[in-house]
């Protein structure tokens, strides 16, 4: 099985030796490059360098400047997606959003993960697990969503969150570590 494939089965894989991934993490951020440099008027040119980059975008979006990526293909965002300032998605593995997701200054969607014991970790291996939100999610600035998380439809994650487990549909979560506060 090769790298690739472990990484996207969430099983340990080399991140920092492999060459293959190695190349992939270049062309995306070569295009995050790309889409940062550009003067913010050019609204136009910056959606065709992510739509060439994301794995799979549904319709209207508007990513602000400084984006960053790790391998792009891995992204699939819904209708009327926005992200302001500062996003950063480590995507080793996939990264769906739905519709109507709003994303506040500052925030990051990190897929990968490293091992406990020091002996793998300082061997390179990591591990990705996917993150998956549904329509209708606003996040505050400053969130920061871990591996393996999966998010409902209709939430609000408040500013400053970490979010390390599952968030129900229908609710307002906040804190490190984020915590459902009531329905909605």
Request: hydrophobic fraction near 35%; aromatic fraction near 10%.
């Amino acid at each position: 099985m090769s790298e690739k494939e472990k990484m996207l089965n969430g099983e340990l894989y080399d991140a920092n030796y492999n060459e293959d991934l190695m190349k992939e993490r270049i062309i995306a951020k070569d295009k995050c490059f790309e889409h940062n440099n550009l003067k913010p008027s050019l609204i136009e040119e910056r959606q065709k360098i992510i739509k060439e980059l994301f794995g799979s975008i549904k319709g209207n979006f508007l990513i602000e400047q400084p984006f960053v990526c790790d391998y792009g293909y891995n992204i699939k965002i819904g209708e009327r997606f926005y992200a302001n300032h500062n996003l950063i998605i480590l995507d080793a593995n996939k990264v769906e959003f739905g519709d109507n997701v709003f994303i506040g200054p500052n925030c990051g969607f990190y897929t990968s993960g490293h091992p406990l014991d020091s002996e793998r970790r300082n061997k390179g291996l990591e591990f990705a697990k996917p993150i998956k939100v549904g329509s209708n999610v606003w996040f505050g600035g400053n969130v920061i969503v871990l591996p393996g998380v999966k998010i409902g439809d209709n939430v609000v994650i408040g500013a400053g969150s970490v979010v390390t487990k599952d968030i129900p549909s229908n609710t307002i979560a906040v804190g490190s570590p984020c915590k459902v506060i009531r329905e909605i």
